[in-house]
């Protein structure tokens, strides 16, 4: 089985193509096989994880815009795609602005550290926050924390293309300590083995008790950032408190389907998606509700919030 | 919402099982040249010009940059390739005073300053959205206008265009323009009246 970071390879360069990567992720596709990504813990692993150090890593230094999407293919999508990108930078700056003095490794780490306190086995001795500059950081991190284990969430977050909402995805890692259990190999030479995995994803819409009511994008960056940034250090304060229920959550509920099998609904559960464009892009099945949120189980595993 | 960010994700999710087990990369580490230009002009620009002011100019005195990033060398992280620049410092350094305006006058002592500017290196940054790049330089800046309280404002340059090859070259020229967008909107504040006024 292939470590997650491999696969960010890829995804990143999607991410992050030019003009010639772009063309090559596209013929990328089929190199996709379709098998749960989730690597539950079970209880006898939590049990011999002993003490937990926790790294929030982050590889931005600022709130993102995402990327904009146009319809059809070639050298003019390319370049409308990238005015747009081009617009959505700079109108992203007065939200940027805001948040400048904005430490969100900081609040992630204080919202994890109260939602695993609950948790018998999974409580943090110790956790923080860093640059993840290059994949050795990994197997850095776990080596120093010695027989400690590891918690590592890769975190990121950025404002959605219309401006309406944020977006907070993470992919969190267990790694166990020296000589503790054995973990699930990696691969590649600088990644250190694991036991467990899962990818989270959570959008929270503008708070429509806020008087939501322009439509240029520029008009909507300005909205979030009034007051200093009161509106976006909320709602993104909000993203991060559920990013956190989520990852106690799935640390402590529904093991894996049997056979290496898709997440499948359970009979009876209610179908789910996360996601406005048509089709949604995730789908699932619900898992979880409470106070307007949904929580939806995808087929790989990875675990989705949306609602108002 | 966002079917890329989703996309992403599910990506990352589908990709783990073991689909991408002939696609994986390695890691490149491209270190970015960014530094000062070695020719005279760059060492005529720090000289002080004490000698030669004229009465009335305002007097400003810089002191060194800052580097008050949380890493001081990455630039941009991604799976597949790291972008990393040494001591930037100096760079910033002389983008700030080769900058000065005839306006003002700039003064190696402090004390003879009627402003002391300390900048302070917020954020030095690439991404990537799409096939665009972009180039984020963040600044803060204390002023101090005659040994008054002082006034902190924080100034951001930027660069966004379409990525052509990925070359360092060409994140090098992104991180130049955002650098020198910051260091305008630096300068036409000193060159304010309004804004000394206000300091």
Same mark, same amino acid.
């Given at each position: 089985?292939? %470590? +997650?970071? @491999?696969s ?7 991410v992050?193509?030019n003009?010639l990567?772009f063309a090559?992720?596209l ?6 096989? #379709?098998? =749960?990504?989730?690597?539950p813990?079970?209880?006898?692993? #939590?049990k ?5 150090n ?6 931005q230094q ?6 904009v999407?146009v319809k059809g293919?070639?050298?003019?999508v390319e370049?409308g795609?990238?005015?747009?990108a081009?617009?959505a930078e *700079? ?5 940027r602005?805001a948040l400048?003095?904005?430490? +969100?490794? &900081? ?13 018998p086995?999974?409580?943090l001795?110790?956790?923080?926050t860093?640059q993840?500059?290059?994949? &050795?950081d990994?197997n850095?991190w776990?080596?120093?924390?010695g027989?400690n ?12 293309p219309?401006?309406?909402a944020?977006?907070v /995805?993470?992919?969190?890692? #267990?790694?166990?300590?020296t ?15 694991? #036991? ?24 909507r960056?300005q ?6 940034g009161?509106?976006?250090r909320?709602t993104l304060?909000?993203a991060?408190? &559920?990013l956190a229920s989520?990852i106690?959550y799935?640390?402590n509920?529904?093991? @894996?389907?049997?056979?290496?099998e898709l997440?499948d ?12 464009t048509d089709?949604? /892009?995730?789908?699932?099945y619900?898992? %979880? ?9 995808a087929?790989?595993?990875g675990?989705?919030a949306?609602?108002? | 919402?966002?079917s890329?960010?989703y996309?992403?994700?599910?990506l990352v999710?589908?990709a ?8 994986s ?7 970015l040249?960014?530094?000062?230009p ?15 002011i004229?009465?009335g100019?305002?007097?400003v005195?810089?002191?060194p940059?800052?580097d008050?990033?949380?890493? *001081?060398?990455s630039?941009?992280?991604? !799976?597949?390739q790291?972008?990393?620049?040494d001591?930037v410092?100096?760079?910033?350094? %002389?983008?700030?005073? $080769? $900058?000065?305006d @005839?306006?003002?006058?700039?003064v190696?002592n402090?004390?003879?300053a009627?402003?002391?500017?300390? !900048?302070r290196l917020?954020m030095l940054?690439?991404?990537f959205?799409d096939?665009? *790049?972009? /180039?984020?330089?963040v600044? &803060? ?11 902190t *404002?924080?100034?951001?340059?930027q ?5 052509w090859a990925?070359?360092?070259a060409e994140m ?9 967008t ?9 060159n304010? =009246?309004?804004w000394?006024?206000?300091?």
């Amino acid at each position: 089985m292939n %470590h +997650p970071a @491999a696969s960010l390879v890829l995804c990143n360069r999607i991410v992050q193509s030019n003009l010639l990567l772009f063309a090559v992720s596209l013929l990328l596709g089929g190199c996709v096989s #379709i098998h =749960p990504s989730r690597v539950p813990i079970s209880d006898q692993s #939590i049990k011999d994880l002993g003490p937990i150090n926790a790294i929030i890593g982050l590889r931005q230094q600022e709130i993102k815009a995402t990327a904009v999407n146009v319809k059809g293919m070639g050298l003019g999508v390319e370049i409308g795609e990238s005015l747009n990108a081009n617009r959505a930078e *700079k109108d992203i700056t007065f939200v940027r602005d805001a948040l400048v003095n904005y430490q +969100p490794g &900081e609040v992630v780490a204080t919202d994890l550290r109260g939602t695993l306190a609950t948790l018998p086995g999974l409580a943090l001795a110790h956790i923080d926050t860093r640059q993840i500059t290059n994949d &050795e950081d990994f197997n850095t991190w776990t080596a120093e924390a010695g027989n400690n284990s590891v918690m590592l969430v890769d975190l990121d977050y950025s404002l959605s293309p219309d401006f309406t909402a944020v977006e907070v /995805a993470a992919t969190v890692w #267990i790694h166990p300590g020296t000589g503790r259990l054995a973990g699930i190999p990696a691969n590649g030479p600088d990644l250190p083995s694991f #036991i467990y995995f899962n990818s989270f994803g959570v959008t929270v819409p503008f708070p429509s008790h806020q008087g939501w009511s322009v439509n240029e994008i520029q008009e909507r960056a300005q909205q979030w950032s009034q007051n200093n940034g009161q509106i976006i250090r909320a709602t993104l304060g909000s993203a991060f408190q &559920e990013l956190a229920s989520m990852i106690a959550y799935d640390l402590n509920h529904t093991p @894996a389907p049997a056979n290496n099998e898709l997440y499948d609904a359970p009979r009876g559960a209610e179908k789910g998606w996360a996601g406005l464009t048509d089709p949604p /892009a995730v789908r699932g099945y619900v898992e %979880h509700k409470a106070n307007g949120r949904i929580w939806v189980r995808a087929e790989s595993g990875g675990l989705f919030a949306i609602g108002q | 919402m966002n079917s890329a960010f989703y996309v992403s994700l599910l990506l990352v999710g589908f990709a783990f099982g073991g689909g991408f087990a002939g696609c994986s990369t390695e890691m490149t580490t491209s270190h970015l040249t960014l530094e000062p230009p070695t020719d005279s002009s760059a060492v005529a620009v720090r000289a002080p010009v004490s000698a030669s002011i004229a009465p009335g100019t305002l007097c400003v005195a810089w002191r060194p940059t800052q580097d008050c990033r949380p890493d *001081k060398t990455s630039l941009a992280r991604f !799976p597949s390739q790291t972008y990393v620049a040494d001591d930037v410092l100096p760079w910033v350094d %002389h983008a700030l005073h $080769a $900058a000065n305006d @005839a306006r003002f006058a700039t003064v190696e002592n402090p004390i003879q300053a009627d402003v002391v500017v300390t !900048p302070r290196l917020r954020m030095l940054y690439l991404e990537f959205l799409d096939v665009t *790049k972009c /180039a984020v330089v963040v600044i &803060e800046v204390e002023f101090s206008y005659r040994g008054q309280p002082t006034i902190t *404002k924080t100034y951001r340059g930027q660069y966004a265009g379409l990525n052509w090859a990925g070359s360092d070259a060409e994140m090098e020229r992104a991180l130049r323009s955002a650098l020198a967008t910051c260091v305008d909107k630096i300068m036409a504040d000193l060159n304010s =009246p309004a804004w000394i006024k206000a300091i």
